[in-house]
């Protein structure tokens, strides 16, 4: 059966080259993207592919962080349009190595955001669209970014979102850092999880029918907490003394649970079968999809495509759903033949 690998990263030359010309040099934020060869080499890229024979394929999107992170609100649609526009080049290129790409648009402009949302979905054939969780401390609830999920409801095509959280958000009120990288360890199944929170309870499912949002690394941490999202979540409000949260379930159209399932998620747990039992378990078998994360792992590139491969060669589930997660989601996701 063929392994759609539905969510890895890229640095396509051309986008990697106009970043290093705004920003000079490399920095915290694009040190690790730079150094891992297969992000900009496309030779490297296609020597690991190989490895996994001819039925793996990847779904291409730029890695983190949000554009804007990386270059500057004033620079994030120009640094887009040529990240966006080299990932359709290569899909058009090498059809049987990318049948699809999931594109990335500017977050802090609405108007930008909002022109390169249907230049990729309408010209480009973008499948999906990447945003992240947060957008410099801002939540995806907010009025600016409405337009974005009524646009990409009415079109039918699914929103990828990436965490997004750097050293610079403490551990600790006392602190000005988080320390040993816990943003990023912890913090970034957190931020996934608070995302797909405020989303459910600002109602965004509701309003905008058909809403289709994948999680990255197998929803953050809502399985694993079904209780306290569940039951916990029942009681919302009797936790708070300053203001009345009971109005906000009564709000929604039906229990706040079903809600959270209705997320998809992907498989990208760096070989924690524990991670992916747990997602396919609280999302069910048609809403989790096949996803490495490649190339962030101890030998860039290879390893956690291969870890994945084999958890979900050894777990105890049908073939039908293991054809389901490898490829049969992904093409009815994204809209694949």
């Not at 024979?53 to 500057?72: M, R, W």
Request: proline letters at 6%.
């Amino acid at each position: 059966m063929k392994k759609i690998d539905i969510f890895n990263h890229i640095w396509p030359k051309p986008f990697f080259d106009r970043l290093i010309g705004y920003i000079g040099t490399m920095t915290d934020v694009t040190m690790r993207s730079g150094a891992v060869p297969m992000m900009t080499d496309l030779d490297r890229r296609f020597q690991v592919m190989d490895m996994f024979g001819e039925d793996y394929q990847q779904v291409l999107s730029l890695a983190s962080p949000p554009l804007e992170k990386l270059a500057g609100a004033e620079r994030a649609y120009d640094l887009g349009q040529i990240g966006n526009d080299s990932m359709a080049e290569l899909c058009r290129k090498y059809p049987e190595r990318f049948p699809a790409f999931i594109a990335t648009v500017p977050m802090e402009n609405q108007e930008w955001m909002m022109k390169e949302t249907k230049r990729v979905i309408e010209e480009l054939g973008a499948h999906a669209i990447q945003i992240f969780t947060n957008y410099s401390g801002k939540p995806l609830d907010l009025p600016q970014f409405e337009p974005f999920f009524e646009y990409m409801a009415k079109a039918g095509k699914p929103i990828f979102l990436h965490p997004s959280r750097g050293a610079n958000f403490p551990d600790y009120l006392t602190e000005d850092r988080s320390e040993y990288e816990i943003f990023w360890t912890f913090g970034w199944p957190y931020e996934t999880s608070a995302a797909m929170a405020r989303l459910v309870f600002s109602r965004m499912f509701d309003k905008y029918k058909g809403l289709k949002i994948v999680t990255h690394h197998a929803g953050g941490m809502v399985p694993f907490f079904e209780g306290r999202v569940g039951a916990g979540w029942d009681q919302m409000g009797k936790r708070t003394s300053d203001r009345d949260l009971s109005v906000v379930l009564k709000a929604l159209e039906r229990p706040h649970l079903e809600y959270f399932k209705e997320f998809f998620a992907d498989t990208a747990s760096f070989g924690s079968t524990k991670a992916i039992e747990h997602a396919i378990e609280f999302f069910g078998e048609d809403r989790v999809v096949f996803a490495s994360d490649a190339p962030f792992d101890p030998e860039g590139g290879p390893m956690y495509i291969r870890e994945t491969i084999k958890v979900l060669d050894n777990m105890n589930i049908s073939d039908a759903t293991r054809q389901k997660i490898y490829e049969g989601n992904a093409k009815k996701l994204l809209g694949l033949k």
